[in-house]
């Protein structure tokens, strides 16, 4: 009687549980929010050192809070956030254009101000300048603006921004706004991180038991196709012997 070899099967190896993945929009959503945050700590940061004076630019543009209504009638209020643009060439400017300088006026002085061209003139130097009024009173201001005093051409506002800019810079403003929605953050994707590293656990923990149900299932077969093959080993030696 012919033997069939019994072929054991080869171990499979454990199986490796991965993590789930992390849910796209949530993470996109979150790096934004910090984004934003370390933009506005940023900006604050400039602001702060720099709020008030006429180098602050970027790529030739400034932003600046209006802190008056001498514009109100027209153009801008205070609490607004307008954005002027560095001018290479201040002959283009033209009359009715708004424009940011240096005050040269006795209670302004140094300060940088936002008004329009009333007419082209000259300082007391004979230097080309510009007469300029504030809209809401219509009144010239003191002393002309000479070229080297202009910081550039208004382009644009944003209605209110600067109230919450000038609240951001302070110590109230800076915990409220960007301090405590950080901290938040932090907290949330630190629960989040715990909950995944923990459904891991779990998810490798059942992986692994039914790895061990199944080795041990296998374990039992193999045991009982070995105590089969010994029964057919007897068998045929008992045909032999008769």
Do not use: C
């Amino acid at each position: 009687m012919n033997k069939q070899p019994v072929r054991r099967p080869a171990p499979k190896a454990e199986p490796k549980v991965e993590p789930k993945k992390e849910n796209k929009a949530v993470g996109i959503i979150t790096w934004v929010i910090v984004l934003l945050a370390f933009a506005v700590v940023l900006f604050t940061v400039i602001s702060l050192r720099n709020g008030g004076t006429a180098n602050r630019s970027l790529l030739g543009f400034r932003a600046d809070v209006v802190l008056s209504d001498s514009m109100s009638a027209t153009d801008f209020s205070a609490g607004d956030l307008i954005v002027t643009k560095w001018v290479s060439d201040p002959s283009t400017l033209k009359d009715g254009d708004i424009i940011s300088f240096i005050s040269q006026n006795s209670d302004s002085y140094g300060k940088v101000v936002t008004h329009k061209i009333r007419a082209k003139t000259t300082d007391h130097y004979g230097n080309p300048a510009f007469i300029t009024y504030g809209t809401t009173t219509d009144v010239d201001d003191e002393a002309p603006v000479p070229y080297s005093a202009i910081v550039g051409k208004y382009t644009f506002k944003i209605a209110g921004v600067g109230r919450f800019i000038e609240f951001l810079k302070t110590p109230t403003g800076y915990v409220v706004i960007v301090l405590i929605p950080f901290l938040i953050i932090i907290g949330v994707q630190a629960v989040r991180i715990f909950k995944q590293y923990r459904e891991f656990k779990r998810a490798e923990e059942r992986a692994r038991a039914a790895y061990r149900k199944k080795m041990m299932r296998q374990r039992a077969e193999n045991e009982r196709m070995r105590a089969e093959l010994a029964r057919m080993k007897a068998e045929q030696q008992s045909n032999m012997q008769n």
